[in-house]
């Protein structure tokens, strides 16, 4: 390496500017969602460390604003509203295939069924009204018939 092109290398380097990621919200984790739920869902979620073994499972994976797992963090940070207004919590079908494939059998399912519970009992204003609406008439028909058709 030449002089020259040793001292172009270092021109080079001081021109350019150090891009950062955008620093977002400070974030201040509160236990007290994370322990709202597993008290009310009896799993571990604390014991999630981020595998995305539940997401590579999920048939709508590709289909919700927020991954299983990222429910799962953002549970674990504290985030109540923006869980409850996720789409993702109204989408999940239930097929529990995200809890079969958790090594630490976290039941993911149950998680968002109690997420969307809360959900309704909150009057949290749904991500996809649509969904919330089938999700209504469909406990409206396990309510008055005890259970549902497949048509």
């Known amino acids: 390496m030449t002089d020259e092109s040793a001292a172009e290398g270092e021109a080079a380097e001081e021109e350019r500017e150090v891009v950062r990621e955008p620093s977002g919200p400070d974030i201040e984790p509160s236990q007290d969602f994370l322990r709202e739920v597993e008290a009310a869902t009896d799993q571990s979620l604390s014991a999630c460390f981020q595998c995305t073994k539940c997401t590579c499972g999920c048939p709508l994976n590709e289909d919700t604003d927020i991954h299983p797992n990222r429910v799962i963090r953002l549970i674990q940070f504290g985030q109540r509203d923006e869980v409850l207004r996720s789409k993702a919590i109204w989408l999940c079908i239930g097929c529990e295939t995200c809890t079969a494939r958790c090594p630490n059998s ?45 048509i």
Not at 121 to 143: G, N
């Open 106 to 150: 976290v039941d993911i399912a149950a998680v968002m069924d109690y997420l969307r519970l809360t959900a309704v009992a909150e009057d949290v204003e749904p991500a996809d009204a649509k969904v919330a609406r089938f999700h209504e008439a469909f406990l409206e028909t396990l309510r008055k018939y005890g259970r549902s058709h497949e």
